[in-house]
């Protein structure tokens, strides 16, 4: 088991979006208080583990890197893996995809790539190996040892997955010291965020990172922790190595981009349209939500991932923020049993109604949880919930949720779902 190891948060968006949502999403269980958390178990899940792809782990797919457009390449002995090496540059003009790139030649690109230091716990996969490939190891440049990534992927342009990459999650569901999106001059647009490995930061490991995608779809990642591994390693140095502005260098090598030519193209892979996704959901989530507000609602934050069937907004009616967050999914008929017991209202249309009022799950002091969780005949489910919060994991801000449970009703109830 490498030290570092594959991360269960988004930074998506994961952690992005739904950092806190994937926690309690990895099974529907019969804790009625998590159901609206356990939101986007199909379109979801498949999305954040792309996305957790570039957080480590021999689980996921990692990337390379190179140095001014050349990439290392094995000098033919396989155990002298930090001796000398040639340069190879990968290039198109000759084939339309150039040569696989082995894990040990991904090792030495990325030594090559970081400032002097010690490099101890490499670890690789090659282009051509599978499910893709990653490159990660512990630097130390002597003020600490530092956990380090490198990873890169294909996302469909224009898609909701190569936006959300380069996103700045809502501070409802994650914090940060800060976090930029810009846009360079080729047009790649790059996110750069000094977060901490855990959203709700139970812990202080710091993760930093650089999430970039081009115009044609190619998804570079760079991942730095203020410690030898994401998860269960002391904090070893006060900040990761690398600052804001080495990281945005790193992910905009040109050789990335070279070397996603490099991974063969799966012949299977998605090619639906932009914005479509795998749970049946083409609704816009968030917006929808908006309009299904009772008025005399200021919204403060707002935020969602469509392909996911979720949303969320913070509002505030005067008396505090509140969190309401939504998800909406397809084809949830299998895990009606589990969802809707004893005490179920069942309408006139078929349609079931659970109702559930608890404490919130995520830390917060004094937080509580509203939820009505709703199933149609056709196994579309739609729950909602409200947090007398802006964030789950902060104190109470209000005695009650902004939103009624009658209001929730009326919301998860509304056809424009459908």
Known sequence: MPDVQHSEHLDPFEERLTAGLHDAGNAFDTDRAALATAGALKGRRRLLRRRNAAVMGGAAGIALVGVGGALLVPSGDPANRHGSAATSTLSAASSSTPAPVSGDALIRTLEKMLPEGTFTKAEARGTNEEPSPYVQLVYDDGKGASAISVGLDRLR?????????????????????????????????????????????????????????????????????NAAAEK????????????????????????????????????????????????GVSVPVSSTLRTLLPKGLKVSETGADDDAGFGYVVVDDGKGKSLVQINVQADMADVEGDLFGSGTEVLSDGTKVAVHQGAGEKGGSGVAMWTVDTLRTDGTRVVISAFNSGAQDAPATRTTPALTLKQLREIALSPNWL
């Open 157 to 225: 342009p224009g898609s909701d997955q190569a936006r959300q990459a380069t996103q700045c999650p809502g501070k409802a569901y994650a914090h940060y010291d800060s976090c930029v999106t810009s846009r360079l001059a080729d047009g790649s647009v790059v996110m750069v965020m000094r977060g901490y490995e855990y959203p709700d930061r139970r812990v202080d490991t710091k993760r930093w990172n650089a999430e970039l995608v081009t115009p044609q779809g190619q998804y570079v990642s760079v991942n730095e922790w």
């Open 232 to 279: 269960d390693a002391p904090i070893s140095r006060s900040q990761p190595p690398l600052s804001p502005a080495q990281l945005t260098k790193l992910a905009a090598a040109t050789v990335w981009r070279k070397a996603i030519d490099a991974i063969p193209k799966d012949p299977n892979s998605q090619t639906t349209q932009p914005g479509s996704d795998d749970t």
